[in-house]
């Protein structure tokens, strides 16, 4: 047996109008974990599609071979046969079934022709040791977090005997010791011989568990080499083809007047009425002003303005003002009048519509500013929309692409762009560069300051701590419900955000 237990040698993949891959050759060490890495739109899932069969021999050019044997997969099965597992940003378990069926769907057990549940349940209780889940095997998928999925999906991977594992961003939905606890299962399974090709955008990250590293760029490898041989400016500048001095742009900070004030906002649950999700929350934020959102992930961010925005919660108490006036809204429609935008964390969810093109995706929310007398002005329309692509760097041969085509960062700035083209006063951006890369995170911040440069606020809620410390000129904490601290973006460190995280300061 050689030295590799993967070789891609050759990979050319085009999809019409894009040559996605461009003579890609990809080699993995058995036992290694290898982190694949590179800018939105690179290149990296297709490459694993390609690998895992999603698509199918034929469909490219090129070699793929799996211990020096050359294959030739037709279907997801095929690939699996040859000890490839690989694990979806988007999970792709079925909800109202439970673990064990999960575990062993289209692949059951049988004894004598009949499906043998004990041994399943059994083996499925084994498997739960190894990723580190004492849950039973009965357990419904739908009653479980994200994080404790991730784990099923590894699990059914172990149970297959997957002798190469790919996880495709398997950490941007997770909190951070799910990561964490992610993290060391594959450095475990490493242990026990499991080879590990690793996607993602978070350095630390791949500096973490990373031997040994592959960058990619516009399709094409750029090269492959040792992890203890970079450092994270090195890493960039080969991922995004030029040096990056600093990390968040400088802003000149002009504040001007209030113009967005929330008060004493209390959201009850709307699945257990006598309980508060939100819990008298009160605010107010300046014209020109970053706001940054801190906390833990269930701290209530998301719903706080999810309830603002009219699309969470029935039962509400407080009042919005906006410059100075007392508003009366009650749909998302009457808070973007208003001027009040919310790009939603779950961009799939909430934001945009796969089957539609970017163009439509952009000009969703913005088809009145755009109409005259109901009729839309297609000539406005379609010089925004370049617009837009333009400045976020959108990567797609035309503004027609369908947007579930993009890959995924990409899709993210669609719906940036969405957001951008209302116009708004005070812009809510809910985990605003999860999935983005690095240079078009930095092109964000740009973004960002040009807009408050031009007197929008900026509300921003993330969960990377060093982009809240970069960008806010304040910083609310939220724990629980509830506000537990405000810092001034000068005074703020990791540690004071922490402390206010995680309970400290409270009466
Ligand atoms: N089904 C498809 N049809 C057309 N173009 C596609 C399709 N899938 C991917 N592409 C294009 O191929 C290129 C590579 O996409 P891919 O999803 O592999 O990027 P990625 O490196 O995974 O990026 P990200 O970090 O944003 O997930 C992109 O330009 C994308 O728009
Ligand atoms: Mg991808």
Same mark, same amino acid.
Request: no cysteine.
């Given at each position: 047996m050689g030295q590799h237990i993967l070789e891609m040698k050759h990979i050319t993949k085009e999809f019409p109008g894009v040559r996605a891959l461009d003579n890609v050759n990809f080699q993995v060490k058995r036992g290694e974990i290898h982190c694949l890495v590179g800018e939105n739109g690179a290149g990296k899932s297709t490459l694993m599609k390609i690998l895992s069969g999603v698509y199918p021999s034929g469909t490219y050019d090129g070699e793929i071979r799996i211990d020096g044997t050359s294959q030739a997969f037709q279907h997801v099965k095929d690939s699996e046969k040859a000890g490839v597992a690989i694990i979806y940003q988007e999970l792709a378990l079925v909800k109202q079934m439970n673990i064990c069926e999960n575990i062993y769907l289209g692949n059951e057990i049988t004894k004598r022709g009949v499906i043998d549940w004990e041994q399943m349940y059994v083996e499925t209780e084994k498997v739960l040791k190894e990723v580190g889940l004492s849950i039973k095997p009965t357990t419904k998928v739908l009653s479980l977090g994200i994080g404790k999925q991730q784990l099923i999906e590894i699990a059914k991977a172990i149970s297959k005997k997957a002798e190469l594992l790919i996880l495709d961003e398997p950490t941007s939905a997770l909190t951070e010791k799910e990561a964490e606890n992610l993290l060391q299962l594959l450095m475990e399974l490493k242990k026990k011989g499991v080879t590990c090709i690793y996607i993602s955008h978070k350095l630390n990250e791949i500096f973490q568990i990373a031997d040994t590293i592959t960058i990619l760029r516009d399709g094409q490898t750029i090269t492959t080499c040792e992890a203890r041989e970079l450092d994270e400016e090195k890493l960039i500048a080969l991922m995004v083809g030029r040096k990056l001095t600093q990390r968040f742009p400088k802003r000149e900070q002009v504040l001007g007047e209030t113009v967005m004030e929330v008060r004493n906002w209390t959201v009850y649950d709307p699945d257990i009425?006598? $309980? +508060? +999700?939100? $819990?008298d929350v009160s605010f107010s934020i300046k014209q020109g002003e970053i706001l940054g959102f801190a906390g833990l992930m269930g701290a209530g961010r998301t719903e706080l303005f999810m309830s603002i925005f009219g699309c969470y919660g029935h039962a509400i108490t407080g009042e919005i003002l906006v410059n100075g006036k007392k508003t009366n809204m009650t749909s998302p429609r009457d808070v973007i009048q208003e001027g009040i935008s919310y790009l939603s964390e779950d961009r799939k969810g909430n934001g945009l519509v796969l089957t539609q093109s970017i163009r439509e995706n952009i000009t969703a929310a913005s088809l009145s500013a755009l109409s005259k007398w109901g009729v839309i002005d297609g000539n406005q329309e379609v010089v925004a929309v370049e617009g837009y692509i333009k400045d976020l760097r959108i990567k797609t041969p035309s503004m027609e692409q369908r947007t579930g085509n993009l890959s995924g960062g990409n899709q993210q700035k669609v719906v940036l762009g969405k957001w951008l083209m209302t116009k708004p006063k005070v812009l809510i951006l809910d985990e605003p560069t999860r999935g983005i890369d690095i240079g078009a995170k930095y092109e964000i911040y740009n973004i960002m300051n040009d807009l408050v440069s031009q007197g929008v606020c900026v509300i921003m809620i993330s969960s990377e701590l060093p982009e809240i410390l970069g960008m806010s000129d304040r910083i609310i904490v939220m724990c629980e419900g509830s506000i537990a601290g405000e810092i001034p973006g000068k005074e703020a460190d990791q540690e004071k955000i922490i402390y206010y995280a995680t309970g400290g300061g409270r009466k």
């Open positions: 009425p006598a $309980k +508060k +999700k939100i $819990k």
